[in-house]
């Protein structure tokens, strides 16, 4: 007997499994808030150099404080190109003569100008304070706001190696109880932070907890449900990802200080904490750890729920072991070596590295700098949250219909050359920028969910989730580059949206060589996915040795991948 027929014996659909998988849907909503929280947090606002007027100043203005009038800033400030104060700069002396003309600096010699001496004075009407007014991350300090979100990113690149290995250990109800708690620890913490090195601190210990909660919450997930309903139950788990991305602008709309907002998306993870305390272990984890007897009170516990509790009596501890002495078998020798040990598998590693780490490398860089297109923040952030919903439809339908491998070209090359598009648009033209933008998002959030699916189709199941944790790793790495990318548009503006869309445009061509997968079965072993790959070598050899006309050729090349 299979776990999977221990598992319809007492129920694989039933009261148990609703309120499990409600459970475990609720927290994504507030991972996204975190994951994009950087957009609000870290906004940055009008800002200029405050002017100290001294004495002399007082008597000649009759002004004694801020705010001063635009006509009085000339004085001590230079003007930028748009003909506004500048943000950084300052004239070394009072420039009185242009006090009551029209009269600017355009023609003849500059006066000399210096770095803010006495700070700077923030537009507050749209947030109260951010992490950037707070500690002044702006001008020479600028560099510092992006360099959060990639502490963050390491954050869940940690937590991903190490919370990931110590659940297969400690067991994954344990391991997410924990992550939760430390989210919830962490984030509270960072939103009372007395120091910009405090709040990074804070931040990197939320991606790590972060992290741990989203690989042992799916775990915990599919544990418990059956194969069957597996890719619905998924793309739930999506879809309140993305309404977490629709919910983010509201809360921070309504709450405009940044430590408000900050402890708003943390503490709810202390809830969840309670409320998990229902969730139950994996059964199948127990079993494969020799805990059979906790393993089999899970069961008839699950049994019970469901209103089985007849068949839940009927289990022993020698049914437990049997059913899942086949697993422990396939899992002794998982190693990531043997992911680069056979040609057709270091191939299949090598493309879906490259898949991964692009797909994650632009989606972030287009997410986490909304201010950059111009247009209003809360607003931009809904359209990039409300544009997943299409994306991931239309991505599950041609998954569906059409298969894998081209929807996974389809969806990096369009995103790709939006972005590149994107790079050569002038700034003016924001409408079509942000339509374009938005494009690009729904086509890479739709990349993403692809690319969990056909990775796990690709990886034989004895190297499975060794496969997952590479690329996972490697969608990690992307997102921890992509806030640094991004700092190079202070110098080359267009550099960043041509990186980007780049790296989507090679990682959808590197898609098109990898095989199909739709309505094939899944390979068990290495040697079935090298075979898989020479006879598929055999049959492209064998329409050409026939002379087969070129067009029935694709015809047929087509019907095979398809």
């Known amino acids: 007997m299979a776990f999977g027929d221990l598992l319809e014996m007492v129920g694989d659909l039933g009261k148990f499994q609703a309120i499990h998988v409600a459970l475990l849907s609720m927290p994504p909503l507030f991972m996204s808030c975190n994951n994009l929280l950087q957009n609000f947090v870290a906004a940055v606002p009008a800002h200029r150099c405050r002017v100290r007027l001294g004495d002399e100043g007082s008597r000649y203005l009759n002004v004694t404080e801020e705010p001063l009038r635009e006509e009085f800033l000339r004085v001590f400030l230079p003007l930028d190109e748009e003909g506004r104060p500048d943000k950084c700069r300052m004239y070394t002396s009072p420039q009185w003569h242009l006090l009551g003309t029209n009269e600017t600096q355009g023609n003849g010699s500059q006066p000399d100008t210096q770095a803010c001496t006495d700070g700077w004075v923030y537009d507050h009407s749209q ?10 991350l702006v001008c020479d300090r600028k560099s510092l706001k992006r360099m959060v979100q990639s502490i963050y990113m390491a954050g869940l690149l940690i937590g991903a190696c190490v919370l990931g290995r110590l659940s297969d250990k400690f067991g994954r109800r344990t391991l997410l109880l924990f992550s939760y708690l430390l989210v919830a620890v962490s984030g509270t913490c960072a939103a009372f932070s007395s120091s910009f090195p405090l709040f990074c601190f804070w931040r990197f210990l939320s991606g790590v907890g972060l992290s741990g909660a989203i690989i042992n919450g799916l775990s915990l997930l599919v544990e418990w449900i059956p194969t069957r309903v597996r890719t619905p139950t998924s793309m739930t788990l999506n879809f309140t990802y993305t309404c977490g991305q629709l919910l983010l602008p509201g809360i921070a709309y309504s709450l405009k200080d940044w430590r408000s907002l ?3 998306v943390s503490a709810p993870f202390f809830a969840f904490v309670l409320c998990s305390w229902w969730l139950s272990e994996s059964a199948r984890w127990l079993i494969v750890n020799g805990k059979e007897h906790v393993a089999l009170k899970q069961l008839k516990r699950v049994a019970k729920v469901n209103g089985r509790e007849a068949e839940g009596e009927r289990l022993t501890v020698e049914i437990l072991k049997a059913s899942v002495e086949n697993d422990q078998l396939t899992a002794k020798k998982q190693s990531v070596l043997d992911l680069f040990r056979t040609p057709v598998i270091r191939w ?10 692009s ?3 632009a989606y972030y860089g287009l997410s986490i700098d909304l201010q950059g297109f111009g247009v209003d923040i809360y607003l931009i952030q ?15 339908l041609t998954l569906s219909l059409i298969g894998r491998r081209f929807t996974q070209v389809t969806s990096l090359t369009l995103a790709g050359s939006t972005l590149l598009a994107n790079a050569i648009i002038p700034k003016e033209l924001q409408t079509v920028r942000t339509s374009l933008a938005a494009f690009g998002k729904g086509c890479l959030s739709a990349a993403f969910s692809c690319c969990y699916l056909y990775a796990s189709e690709l990886y034989p199941t004895v190297v499975r989730q060794t496969g997952m944790g590479l690329v996972g790793t490697m969608a990690r790495v992307g997102a921890i580059v992509a806030p640094i990318v ?4 202070d110098y080359i503006p267009f550099l960043p949206f041509t990186i980007y869309g780049g790296m989507a445009v090679i990682a959808g061509l590197t898609a098109f060589l990898l095989l199909e997968t739709r309505n094939i079965p899944l390979p068990e072993t290495i040697e079935d996915v090298e075979n898989r790959a020479k006879k598929s070598s055999k049959r492209v050899s064998k329409l050409r040795n026939e002379d087969v006309p070129l067009q029935d050729a694709q015809a047929s090349l087509m019907k095979r991948t398809v």
């Open 486 to 489: 991004r700092m190079t548009g």
């Open 127 to 136: 947030f109260t304070s951010t992490i950037v007014t707070e500690w002044d």
């Open 359 to 361: 797909t994650s490398f």
């Open 348 to 357: 299949i590693s090598c493309c879906s590295m490259v898949i991964w780490f």
């Open 262 to 264: 900050q402890l708003s």
């Open 382 to 396: 809904l359209i990039f949250g409300a544009v997943d919903i299409p994306a991931k439809i239309t991505a599950f």
